[in-house]
């Protein structure tokens, strides 16, 4: 959904009621389409569980130690050739 652009140099507060009527509309267009969603899922027996649209924290950590091996593993393969190169010299 697309909104037209407000000059921003206009007051203030006839700005942040621009934002409040633009969210409100908003809002209102997801509501009517989530509901919409719901009947189309029930009307076909379809019965989804919802997703929240942050991330879980099983997935951060998850991220986090999979980058922290690979951090891990890089640093010992790069001691590793090192020290290979000084019993070399």
Known sequence: MTY???????????????????????????DEWTRDQGEYE?????????????????????????HFTYMLAGLTAFCAAMTYLYMQM
Do not use: N
């Open 42 to 66: 029930l009307e076909r027996g379809i019965h989804m569980t919802p997703v929240s649209p942050g991330l879980s924290e099983s997935y951060i950590s998850t991220e986090e130690s999979r």
């Open 4 to 30: 037209p652009k407000v000059d921003l140099s206009i007051d203030p507060q006839v700005l942040e009621s621009y934002d409040l009527e633009m969210h409100r509309r908003w809002t209102s267009r997801l």
